[in-house]
Every structure is written in C-alpha cells, then in structure tokens.
C-alpha cells in the first residue's frame, strides 16, 4: 500500500510562485498515476492536475492551465506541482493523490485510491 506525504506549502501574495510536493513509500509508485487535489474551505475538493505513471502524459484543470505544472521523478518516488501567478482564489488545501489503478491514466477521469494528508496553500492579494 502507497502512502504519501505532502510538503511545501505556505503562505505567498499574489502573483507569485509556490512548489509542493509529495513522497510516496511502497514499491508501486512507479506504476502508478498521481494527482494534485485541492479544497477550498466550503467548496468541494476538485482535481488540479493528474501526470501518469510514466510522466508522458498529463492533465489540468482549465482554472490552472498555463500557471501550474505537474511532474514526477520516479525514481525518488515524487510528484511536484509547481504553481506560477498565483491567485487568492488557488488559496486552498492542497493533497496528493495516487490512482488505483495499475498503469492507467485517463486525464480527470481519476480514480483516487490513496490520499495524501494535505499541505495548506494561502494566496494573499
């Protein structure tokens, strides 16, 4: 079983840029597509971006495309979301989250079978 832990989040203005990132354990990571979430307080939790297993393919939200990037290095078991011109409205919790399926990728068709614990991203204006 995966588990993941997120870092890197924090407070930052608008505008500006933030990275998080997220650390699997287990043996199955690599073959595995993974995804950024986030919830907005009050809002539902909704898919940010997803990469698959391989990282040749990826998937954004039309509110991120263009200002966040997602990408992985399997080898340290890790999947990054870099996030450029921040928004207050990005102003979120931000979790991982790793697919249930073995080498399958279908973009924001995602098909959550772990959750990371979550990192807090506050975007001031």
């Known amino acids: 079983q995966v588990q993941l832990v997120e870092s890197g989040g924090g407070l930052v203005q608008a505008g500006g840029s933030l990275s998080v990132s997220c650390t699997a354990s287990g043996r199955t990571f690599s073959n595995l597509s993974m995804g950024w979430f986030r919830q907005a307080p009050g809002k539902e939790r909704e898919l940010v971006a997803s990469?698959?297993?391989?990282?040749?393919?990826?998937y954004y939200a039309a509110s991120v495309k263009g200002r966040f990037t997602i990408s992985r290095d399997n080898a340290k078991n890790s999947v990054y979301l870099q996030m450029n011109g921040l928004k207050p409205e990005d102003t979120a919790v931000y979790y991982c989250?790793?697919?249930?399926?073995?080498?399958?990728?279908?973009?924001?068709?995602?098909?959550?079978?772990?959750w990371g614990q979550g990192t807090l991203v506050t975007v001031s204006s």
């Open positions: 990469i698959s297993w391989s990282g040749d393919e990826t």
């Open positions: 989250a790793a697919d249930s399926r073995f080498r399958w990728f279908t973009g924001p068709l995602f098909n959550v079978g772990v």
